[in-house]
Structure formats: C-alpha cells, structure tokens
C-alpha cells in the first residue's frame, strides 16, 4: 500500500531539521566543522528526492539559526524566533530553486551558486542585512577557509557547497567512469590544496607596539551598562593603572591604546567630567587612543556610535561614526507603529544615527580601519576600510549583553576570520571580553577571559596591500546574485513548462 503524502513528508523535515542543526554545531561555540558538509549533503539528497523544497528549506533554516542564535533570548524569545524566522526563508527559498532545476546534469554548479547568491541577500536585506551564519565564519579553523584570502566569504562558500555536492552526484549516480572519477579528484584536490594557499600579512610595513583595554562592566544581561560612569571609571582606571606599570617599567610602552566601544555612554563633549577623566588616562597612558563613545547626534532623537581619536596633547579629533547601527537593537525601524505594540522598543529612546564614511583614522603612526560590533561581519563595511587604507583592523565591541552565550565566539571566530580575509592583524577590544589580537593568519595571539578587566598588548606588523579577497570580495558577489537571479528565471520556465503554461 502506498503511504500518504503526510507520512512521507514527516521523516523528510525531521531529516532537513536535523541537517540544519549539523550546519549549527559546526559554529562556534559548538565547533565542530565536520558537520557542516554532512548537514549539506543531507539536505541536498532530501531536496533532490522531494517534490517540493519550500518546507524542507524553511526546517532546515529553523535548524540552523535556532541553535546559531540563541544568545538572543537576552532580548526576548520572541526576537530569537523572529529572526530566525526571517533568515529560514531565505534558506526556503532557495530550496525552491534547488528543487526545480534539481534535474539538470549541472545541478551542483546551481546549488554552490545559489547558496552563495542567497547568502549575500540574506546580508544585505532588510535593513541591510543579518549575515549571520555565513559558512566562512564557521570554518575558522579549517584550511578551506583559506579561499577567503582569494575570493572573500563567496569564494569560499561556492568552494564547500560545490564539493559536497559533486560528492553527492557522484554517489547517487555510482559514477565510476573515467569522467566520474576525475570529477572526484576534482573536488578533493580542490579542499585539498586550501592548505597550500598563502595567509599572512598582505604588504608588510613597520610594527608597532599596540595595547587594547577591557575595563569590565557592572551590570550584564539587557542592564549590563545600569551604571554608566562605573563603566568608564573602569576603562579609565585600568588604563592609568597600566601607565603606571609602563612609568615603573613593568610593561613597555605602546604607540596606541585601544577602547572598546560604549567604553563612555556619557558624551564626552557635553559632559565636562567624564571629558577630564578620558583625557587624564589619555595623558596619563601618552598615546594616542581611540575611544568608543556614545554623543549626541545631528538631531535631539539621535545619538550616535562613534570611535574618537583621543590625542595626549590636543584631546580629541578625528571619529569615525557606526555606518550599520542595528536595527531594533540600536534604531527602530517603523518606530511610530511598532512602539504602540511592543512596549521593549521603549528601552531605545533615540535612534542611532547613521555614519557615512568608512572607518579609516590615523591614530598616532597607523591607519586603523575601524569597525565596530556586528559590523565585523559585513563584507563591504571591511573591504572599505582596507581599500581606504587601513593598515590594522580594530573591532571595537560592546556585546556585554550577550556575556555567557555564544555570540561572543561567533562574533570572535568572525573577526578571526577577517584577519585571514584581509591580511591584516585584528585587535579586538571589548568592554567585557573577549577582547583579543589576532594575527593575518587568523592565529589568537593573545585573548581576555569574560567578566574580567585585562589589557592586552603586543607587538605587530601592519599591512600595506590588499588581498584578492578584499579586491574580488565585491564582484564576485555581485556576480553569485546575478547568476542566482538567472537560475530563479530558469527555474520559473522550467516550471511552466512542466505545467504546460507557456503558450504557443
């Protein structure tokens, strides 16, 4: 007797559910890499046996960014379902392509291709974005990762789906041809030789001694920053009392010092006080710093996130204002209907006003590119700093909210993976850890423990040039949406004409 519909179904979205939560347990803080191609390939085998693929792709979503995000249920359940609700159809939909051109002899070439188009869309739209989940930012510790330094997150995601998925084609069809065979060495010579390509520094320039200062907070969870002076008390304590070790001759001194952001939510240039307490460390320390600061923005409803040049000599100078504030979290989308209906919204008073310019500051003898926070994360906000000059990437970040949950190792494992990415060292300074050095190849050369204050120094080169990852990174995702695009009007003639709706 032939089973229902229903009961076929069931097995497949347990199995799509679980290959997304394979995908999941390969990033941190779970870190097992292996399961990502096993989490592919499931899915590819499911989609390729169904006859529809928009609830296998939605599961398989669910799977993935559930367990992924979950450091979000800090903010509310219901901000932890909703997106990953939102990033799921991305992955829906693009199993709708995949299973209407799952016929076609080339079908591995349009699964690599539009997981790499979809995984630009999902970090572009809406409201610029979430990329969250990027396959590259979960094989930090696996030589594929590599392409990156060649072709970006793109590179390397075309790189992994097209390898599993020649894999699967050749074991469903038993291919033992010489074609067939050729085809897998193929694939294993393509993983394979990812360990052969170069990482380091791109350009070498001269070195410089740069320290980073985790003050700590008092508060955690959504109240992490309850009291804002203590936070700065705190930053600014530990950097007189780490210039004070220098003057004793305890610890070198550094050419820069390095401040998380939200290092000060009281403005500096409003506020006399906390201006005397930064510059006093500033002086104390001798060097240049760049400070996070939350101040004032261009209108009474807006604030904004920016890194301050702080000088010794002259205070401060040169900023660099958040150009991605993050939506519900430092901006309210649809603020006049939305707070009718969600009283939380309340806790963001005033927008965070949107920068313009990429984050290239000379800060003493270097050209940092400064991004902060999630900003890490976005392709395009970090090839601009290295296109505009930035000879050391700093991250500053302030995710005190998220302390105890993964998304401080994501959001490291990311950072890592830029260094690789762009060839640059990467100093990662954060209110409340992990703050860290990372080396061009994407080593941890130094890191802070959580809830700890810490301060952390070393010695390190800076980059000159740019990799082929950051002068490719744009045109080869403009080219993965174009030829997704293309696949989606393939797949919608395909489709009419098996239902015999083409006409003529």
């Known amino acids: 007797m032939r089973r229902r519909p229903l009961t076929d179904a069931v097995p497949r979205l347990v199995g799509a559910l679980g290959c997304g939560l394979a995908v999941s347990l390969a990033f941190p803080p779970y870190d ?68 209407s051109l799952a016929h076609r002899r080339s079908w591995p070439v349009v699964y690599a291709v539009s997981w790499a188009g979809f995984e630009v869309l999902r970090g572009v739209i809406p409201f610029g974005g979430f990329p969250w989940g990027t396959l ?27 390898a599993v ?36 520094i791109a350009g070498v320039g001269h070195s410089v001694r740069v320290a980073a200062i985790q003050g700590n907070v008092p508060g955690e969870g959504m109240d992490p920053f309850a009291e804002r002076r203590k936070v700065l008390d705190n930053h600014a304590e ?3 009392a780490y210039a004070a070790q ?9 050419d820069i010092v390095i401040w998380p952001e939200n290092s000060t939510d009281i403005d500096p240039y409003a506020d006399t006080s906390a201006y005397d307490e930064i510059d006093q460390a500033v002086r104390a320390i001798g060097v240049p710093t760049l400070v996070g600061a939350v101040v004032d ?28 504030p993050v939506p519900f979290g430092e901006y309210i989308p649809f603020r006049g209907l939305l707070t009718r209906f969600i009283s939380r919204l309340d806790q963001i008073p005033r927008d965070f006003a949107r920068g313009d310019r990429a984050g290239v500051l000379q800060l003493g003898p270097v050209k940092v590119g400064d991004v902060i926070c999630f900003e890490v994360a976005y392709d395009g906000l970090v090839r601009d700093v290295v296109n505009a000059g930035g000879q050391l990437l700093v991250v500053q970040t302030n ?30 300074a954060a209110t409340n850890g992990i703050s860290g050095v990372i080396s061009p190849s994407g080593r941890v050369v130094e890191r802070s423990q959580q809830r700890t204050r810490a301060v952390l120094e070393q010695t390190v080169t800076l980059g000159e040039d740019a990799t082929l990852g950051v002068r490719l990174g ?31």
């Open 32 to 99: 097992l890499p292996w399961l990502m191609p096993a989490g592919l390939a499931g899915l590819m085998v499911l989609v390729r046996h169904a006859s529809r693929g928009l609830a296998l792709g939605m599961i398989f979503g669910l799977g993935f960014m559930v367990p992924l995000l979950r450091w979000l249920t800090i903010i509310g359940v219901d901000a932890w379902f909703a997106l990953s609700v939102l990033e799921a159809v991305f992955f829906g939909a693009m199993t709708v392509l995949w299973r």
């Open 136 to 162: 590259a930012f979960g094989l930090v510790d696996s030589p594929v990762v590599r392409y990156g330094r060649l072709g970006g997150t793109v590179l390397v995601s075309l790189v992994v789906v097209g």
């Open 165 to 200: 998925a020649v894999a699967v084609d050749l074991v469903e069809r038993r291919d033992r041809s010489p074609i067939g065979i050729l085809m897998a060495l193929s694939a294993v010579a393509l993983v394979a030789v990812s360990a052969l390509l170069p990482v380091g």
């Open 238 to 240: 530990t950097t007189r």
């Open 246 to 254: 220098v003057t004793a001759g305890e610890r070198p001194a550094p």
């Open 297 to 324: 923005g261009p209108t009474a409803t807006q604030v904004q996130n920016m890194g301050i040049v702080w000088d010794p000599t002259t205070g401060p100078g040169a900023q660099y204002i958040k150009r991605h």
């Open 399 to 428: 995710n005190a909210t998220y302390t105890g949950t993964g998304q401080l190792e994501q959001q490291f494992a990311i950072s890592r993976y830029r260094a690789i990415e762009t060839g640059r060292t990467v100093v990662v």
């Open 474 to 504: 744009w045109w080869l995702e403009l080219l993965a949406v174009l030829a997704t695009a293309s696949l989606v009007v393939a797949g919608l003639l395909e489709r009419r004409r098996r239902t015999g709706t083409m006409g003529g």
